[in-house]
């Protein structure tokens, strides 16, 4: 595979960071641009996240002395230097759409953690290992934007990166409605308990836009391509609370769902065992070997102990039982700044690299 030079959108926030961790000696990507607010624009990455560097393992050397663009007022340098960007930015709605946008239009294909397109019909909102047939919209978006490389694709939100992969895959049964209490991590709203020192020993049952994005993007993955957009379906139908948690990493979902055929539950076990898809087939750098990993235990899967499986990139499931409202109910667990944001947007880009989207 050929070597891809890539910029940073917001390197200096959590998820920014956590792409500069995971690029910093990745195989095919070459991290060559920064870029962040007006606020950090001219210093060096070490100078502009010094105080906030969020994790234990130091910055990346190669990058410390890389200067800081300025997103929007340096576009053209940023895009001068990189073959395509990865974004993940805290500004207005309207703001994002207009910056991702503008760097599609100049032939700079973005790679996006951000919510601001995630409804967008023609830009396809991907978890690889389930709708990575949805890329092909990408040729429709070109043609909107009047590009012949630039277009925006996106990662759903974190939320729902544990709960969609347990259920995509049981469809053959029929997935008909689908209760989910989240349990989130603090990084999730890109804090650390040094930063939001109110969650030490605390519970928030709010997380503003949250429950919206878990009900409701789960319908555009499960979409089809008609035409030049992605129509969402109409079921499942999924209801959630989302509550924020005191834990640093990871964010947890307690699942009720019911079929339409219910399947025995060593039809989903096995379902889940035997489950991969585009990126295992392809090898791809980020790919868990084992996406779904089912834990027999009682206690199990926890936060602490296995959010870091295969790298943060695969998911962990447990306490699968009969329900007595729904068909079944169960837990699972994923990383929320490496399979939710940063981990989920590199596998995207390698698998649009591998299908010849980046070239
Ligand atoms: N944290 C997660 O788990 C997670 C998961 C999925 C998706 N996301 C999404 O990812 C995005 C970033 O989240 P985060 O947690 O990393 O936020 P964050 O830590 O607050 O970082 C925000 C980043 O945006 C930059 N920024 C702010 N205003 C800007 C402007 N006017 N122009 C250019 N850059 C600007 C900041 O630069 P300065 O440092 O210069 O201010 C910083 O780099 C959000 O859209 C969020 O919803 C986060």
Request: net charge neutral; aromatic share 10%; with cysteine.
């Amino acid at each position: 595979m050929k070597k891809y030079n890539v910029g940073i959108i917001g390197a200096t926030g959590m998820v920014g960071q956590r792409f500069a961790l995971l690029l910093a000696d990745h195989p095919w990507f070459n991290v060559t641009a920064l870029a962040a607010s007006p606020r950090s624009a001219g210093k060096t990455y070490e100078q502009a996240v010094d105080g906030r560097w969020a994790f234990k393992v130091p910055m990346p050397e190669n990058l410390k002395e890389l200067n800081v663009y300025d997103a929007i007022a340096d576009i053209d340098t940023v895009v001068s230097k990189v073959d395509f960007v990865f974004c993940a930015v805290d500004m207005k709605k309207d703001e994002i759409k207009a910056l991702e946008e503008a760097y599609a239009k100049k032939e700079c294909p973005v790679v996006s953690n951000n919510s601001a397109n995630r409804f967008t019909p023609d830009v396809p909102m991907i978890i690889p290992e389930i709708n990575s047939e949805h890329i092909e919209i990408i040729k429709s978006q070109r043609k909107r934007l009047g590009t012949k490389k630039g277009f925006i694709a996106v990662k759903s939100n974190c939320s729902l990166q544990s709960y969609v992969p347990a259920l995509y895959p049981l469809d053959k049964f029929g997935v008909d409605k689908c209760l989910v209490c989240t349990y989130q991590a603090i990084s999730g709203a890109g804090k650390t308990f040094e930063r939001w020192p109110e969650m030490i020993d605390n519970v928030i049952p709010y997380i503003g836009g949250e429950e919206e994005k878990s009900e409701r993007e789960p319908l555009k993955i499960w979409g089809k391509i008609e035409g030049d957009e992605i129509v969402p379906a109409n079921s499942p139908k999924f209801t959630a609370q989302c509550l924020r948690v005191p834990v640093s990493d990871g964010h947890m979902a307690a699942v009720f769902v019911s079929f339409k055929n219910k399947p025995s539950k060593e039809e989903i076990l096995d379902i889940w065992k035997n489950f991969s898809g585009v990126p295992q087939e392809l090898n791809l750098p980020h790919a868990p070997k084992q996406f779904i990993n089912y834990f027999t235990e009682d206690n199990m899967p926890q936060t602490n102990l296995h959010r870091n499986l295969e790298n943060g990139m695969a998911i962990s499931v447990g306490r699968l039982r009969e329900d007595t409202q729904y068909d079944y109910k169960f837990v699972c667990l994923s990383h929320n700044t490496l399979r939710g944001a940063a981990g989920g947007a590199v596998l995207l880009a390698e698998l649009l690299c591998a299908k010849g989207f980046m070239d």
